[in-house]
Each structure stands twice: as structure tokens, then as C-alpha cells.
DNA sequence: CGTATGGTTGACCCCGCTCAATTGGTGTGG
DNA sequence: CCACACCAATTGAGCGGGGTCAACCATACG
């Protein structure tokens, strides 16, 4: 069955956990943003000048790499920064008072973790690395201050908050598993697209447990749902590498659950 | 089996579309915000100068009494405002491309509309009253430039749309049909005790399919389910008004879906 | 009245979950 | 280098919650 699977390996555009690329978004220095990084459009748009620029970047931790497994925040830390992923992939997460594990979304490089915690004064959930991961974190009652005297960032902040609110359709409607599973390929496909990688190879960093729980299915769905789109020769897949076949078909499937 | 319902009519302490009562909410005036309002904390806890307050209320509009069924805004509308529901409910929704409406939630007094809408130029989603509604319209510009004036009422604004990430959680899991609805039974609850109704009697202002669509779940579901409640003792229902006999069970019933 | 709309109830069936067994890849230690 | 353990992933069998379809009931309204 994986016969042809062969011609995948080693060629994946993104890295992997055995054998880690050096990530493109690494061209961060004292005044331009890493071209990956979610604000980087409001300092390019409004032209800042060099202070203000100088001054966003002080409040601007480079951290990393933490390898697979690392927690970024837990739930119930001290709220006190937002932090944009460069390089890897990061869950996050809640436990219920089951004890059971409820994975909220993934964030690839260029997104931004921890907006959530910004109604409290703590993070309502869990981050944990599942590759190897390298953030920049910002400061939030500094990048809040800023915000007052940059009209550009503040409008970001807002953006960014607002977006977060509409991204839950994926896992909130009612749609077949077939539909859930192309939807979760199309956002990854397209986010990567947004960030300079493959729209068409990439390695699905979480597990399958993972994304079964995130898609609210059972692992064993998720298993089922994969071996249909081979057989119907939508994607193909090995492992963690997953190439689409045919983009348009699953874009198709995916039509009603991105309400297009 | 509706025998006893009749005790109900008459003594619900809120108003329904056919005998409206007069909103609690009618007091903002020039110095002070609608007891009921959103932004009324911000105010009281920053004890702005009264300059600041003027501004803030030379920004808004009130709206209405609007009949049921009228939009507040529709779907691409140009974004240019957020509304505080000062008296009745509204129902926010969409329609997929296939015309099936989809509801994203209700909004009781209090309570703001629009907010998703700050991401982009113009509304993603429709707002339609289910009752007797009034509204006071923020103009959004003008806010987004008083909040960089005003630390607190910036930090209200991060709050407010932070504060919506997370609602979704009720309708994102995967719950049975009796949690989601003893969840939909507390969340109603508990807003309109936050404002000052009573937590154990209110009017359902949605329609059993609303709160089925809502809900993600067949409007026959619905049905079924409220009778087991009443049958359980849980609840005692009356057309829209509706009484929580054992909101301790109901909160147990939810407990798993609002994670507590 | 008749009609329309919303709500209720029953019969039936299907998708996806559960339980259980198996495979396969990876890492570890002898 | 192999044997073993461990965990992720896969595959099969069976079942049940909730959807669908259809008929019926009730209230509101012209």
C-alpha cells in the first residue's frame, strides 16, 4: 500500500523533528520584523518611524528552540505576553475535570499564541511545542502602552482578536467526518501557503490523536477517513508527510465547512 | 400534560413580543452609562473626568424600540459600529452557500453585537431582533481613538473581544444533546442574572429551531429533550417561558461542557 | 372559520463511537 | 545485531445517539 510513498521521503519542504530545517522566518534583527511574523504587516503599512520601531522591538524576546514537548504557558500562568511562533508548531489544550484532554487549535509559524489570556489575568489553556519550536514573545501591558501612541498597532491587536473569535467553524458546525478532515488539510494548506511554504507537502506535526481530538472525532476516524482520501486518490500520505493530490476535490469537500 | 404550566403565565419577570414591559436598562443619561451596559465597569472602575464621559457618550446612539425580526446589520454591510443590546434579545447568524441559516448566538441585554466584525470592513454575519429591541451604537472608529485617550476603556475593548474567543465553547464540543441544552439553560441563566432578571424564570426569545440550530441539533431533539427535563423534574416549560426547577442538576448536567 | 407556522411525537436508519485485536515503527538494552 | 517493549496507527465488529422523514397537534392570525 505504501509502495509509492517512497518518492515523498526527504523531500518535504518543511522540517521535521529527526531532521530539522533551518526555518525561513529567521531574518528578524533591531529594525525589521521576521517576515513571518503576524505583525510585521502593521509595521510595513503604516511606516513607522525609527523609534517607535526601535521600541516595539525592545519589548521582543527571542526564545528557543525548545524541543518537542516543551510547554510554552500552562493554564493558570500570570497572563503577561502574547507570543508569535517562528519556527515548529504548538498545541494548545485544556483538561477537563475528566481528565481528559481537549486540544483547542494549532498555531504554525507566524500565528499568534496566548490572545485568550488577554480577558484575564491568566492563560485559560495550555501551549506545548510538538516540534521543535522557536517564539517571539511580546510584553502585553507594554505592547498594550505602545498601542496607545501606535494607531497602526492597536488596529492590529483589535484584527488579531477579532479573527480568533471566527476561526472556531471548523470544529463548531455539524459536518461529516470527510468534511472536518478536508477542511483541517485546506486551513493548514492554505496558512502555510500564507507563510512561504508548500501549499502542497507538509508534515502534519500533530498526531493523529491529536487532530482527532481537535476535529472532535475518534482516533479511529480519523485513521478511516485518511485511507479513504488515498484510496480516492485525493491525497497521499506517510507517516506524518502528507501530500494533496487533488486540492481542488478536497476544496470542494471542505466548501461548506469554510462557508464559501 | 400542561396543566400546572399556568401558573407560569402572568409572573414572568421578563417582557415577551406580545406584553412588553419597560427595560430595566432605561437609565443612561449624559453623565452615566445604561445600568445594564457593557462598558458601564469600564467606566466606574477608571472614575474617568467628566470631559472623557461626555465624549464617550457623544458617540452614542440609541436605536429602537425596533419590532422583532428587523436587522440591526446584515452580512457585508460596511463595518462602522458595535451595538450594547439595551433592551430584548438578538439573534446573530449566516447562510452557507447552500441557504441553510446558521445561528451563532443570541445576545441579551447588555451584552455587545458586533465585535467580529472589527477584522475586516464590513459585517461577516447578520443580526436580526427576536423581540422588542433597543440598542446603543458605538461608532467603532471613533472608539478605537478615545481608547488610545483611555487606558480602561482600551483594556475594555481587549477585553470585550477576548472574552468571545472563548464562547464557543458550548456549541464547539462534542456534548450530548441533554448537555448542550442544560449548558444553553445555565448560560441564559446566569446572563441574565449577571444584569439583574431573574436566573430561574426568563422568556426563551428564540425559537425551538434557533436553539436547534444553535445547538447544532435537529429542532426534534430539541423538543424531545425539553420533555425529558420536565419529565425529570428539571424544568417546567411553558411555550417560550420557562422555569428551572433543580438548577443544581441542570449545572451538573453541564457541568463537562462549561468545563468547571 | 381556514390557513400558516411552530412545536411535538413516532418510526426508522446511518454515521461515527466503542471495544478489541493487530500491525508497524522506534528506541533501548543485552 | 537482534529481542523486546512501547506507543501510534490501523483495521474489524457491533451498537447507539441523534438525524431524517412523516404525520399530527396547537396556537396565532386573517
Given at each position: 500500500?505504501?509502495?509509492?510513498?517512497?518518492?515523498?521521503?526527504?523531500?518535504?519542504?518543511?522540517?521535521?523533528?529527526?531532521?530539522?530545517?533551518?526555518?525561513?522566518?529567521?531574518?528578524?534583527?533591531?529594525?525589521?520584523f521576521?517576515?513571518?511574523?503576524a505583525f510585521?504587516s502593521a509595521c510595513?503599512e503604516e511606516g513607522y518611524d525609527k523609534s517607535a520601531l526601535i521600541e516595539l522591538h525592545c519589548m521582543v524576546?527571542?526564545?528557543?528552540?525548545?524541543?518537542?514537548?516543551?510547554?510554552?504557558?500552562?493554564?493558570?500562568?500570570?497572563f503577561q505576553a502574547i507570543?508569535?511562533?517562528?519556527?515548529?508548531?504548538?498545541?494548545?489544550?485544556?483538561?477537563?475535570?475528566?481528565?481528559?484532554?481537549?486540544?483547542?487549535?494549532?498555531?504554525?509559524?507566524?500565528?499568534v499564541?496566548g490572545l485568550?489570556g488577554i480577558s484575564?489575568e491568566?492563560?485559560?489553556?495550555?501551549?506545548?511545542?510538538?516540534?521543535?519550536?522557536?517564539?517571539?514573545?511580546f510584553s502585553f501591558p507594554k505592547l498594550a502602552m505602545l498601542a496607545r501612541k501606535l494607531p497602526g498597532l492597536q488596529t492590529q491587536l483589535f484584527r488579531l482578536l477579532s479573527?480568533?473569535?471566527?476561526?472556531?467553524?471548523?470544529?463548531?458546525?455539524?459536518?461529516?467526518?470527510?468534511?472536518?478532515?478536508?477542511?483541517?488539510?485546506?486551513?493548514?494548506?492554505?496558512?502555510?501557503?500564507?507563510?512561504?511554504?508548500?501549499?502542497?507537502?507538509?508534515?502534519?506535526?500533530?498526531?493523529?490523536?491529536?487532530?482527532?481530538?481537535?476535529?472532535?472525532?475518534?482516533?479511529?476516524?480519523?485513521?478511516?477517513?485518511?485511507?479513504?482520501?488515498?484510496?480516492?486518490?485525493?491525497?497521499?500520505?506517510?507517516?506524518?508527510?502528507?501530500?494533496?493530490?487533488?486540492?481542488?476535490?478536497?476544496?470542494?469537500?471542505?466548501?461548506?465547512?469554510?462557508?464559501?
Amino acid at each position: 500500500m505504501m509502495g509509492r510513498m517512497s518518492a515523498l521521503t526527504g523531500t518535504m519542504q518543511q522540517h521535521s523533528t529527526s531532521t530539522p530545517l533551518a526555518p525561513i522566518a529567521d531574518d528578524g534583527d533591531a529594525l525589521h520584523f521576521c517576515s513571518t511574523c503576524a505583525f510585521s504587516s502593521a509595521c510595513r503599512e503604516e511606516g513607522y518611524d525609527k523609534s517607535a520601531l526601535i521600541e516595539l522591538h525592545c519589548m521582543v524576546e527571542h526564545v528557543g528552540p525548545m524541543p518537542a514537548g516543551t510547554h510554552v504557558f500552562r493554564e493558570g500562568d500570570p497572563f503577561q505576553a502574547i507570543s508569535a511562533v517562528r519556527a515548529g508548531c504548538v498545541k494548545t489544550y485544556v483538561v477537563d475535570n475528566d481528565g481528559h484532554e481537549q486540544v483547542l487549535g494549532f498555531f504554525l509559524p507566524g500565528e499568534v499564541i496566548g490572545l485568550s489570556g488577554i480577558s484575564g489575568e491568566r492563560y485559560p489553556c495550555n501551549a506545548v511545542t510538538l516540534d521543535t519550536v522557536t517564539v517571539c514573545t511580546f510584553s502585553f501591558p507594554k505592547l498594550a502602552m505602545l498601542a496607545r501612541k501606535l494607531p497602526g498597532l492597536q488596529t492590529q491587536l483589535f484584527r488579531l482578536l477579532s479573527q480568533d473569535i471566527g476561526k472556531t467553524a471548523l470544529v463548531a458546525g455539524d459536518f461529516s467526518a470527510d468534511q472536518r478532515m478536508a477542511a483541517f488539510l485546506v486551513s493548514l494548506s492554505r496558512r502555510y501557503a500564507a507563510r512561504g511554504f508548500s501549499s502542497s507537502r507538509f508534515v502534519l506535526s500533530m498526531s493523529r490523536t491529536d487532530i482527532a481530538n481537535y476535529l472532535r472525532l475518534a482516533a479511529e476516524t480519523v485513521s478511516r477517513v485518511l485511507r479513504r482520501m488515498v484510496e480516492d486518490g485525493l491525497i497521499v500520505i506517510d507517516r506524518r508527510e502528507i501530500e494533496l493530490r487533488d486540492p481542488k476535490r478536497i476544496e470542494q469537500l471542505a466548501r461548506s465547512v469554510l462557508r464559501e
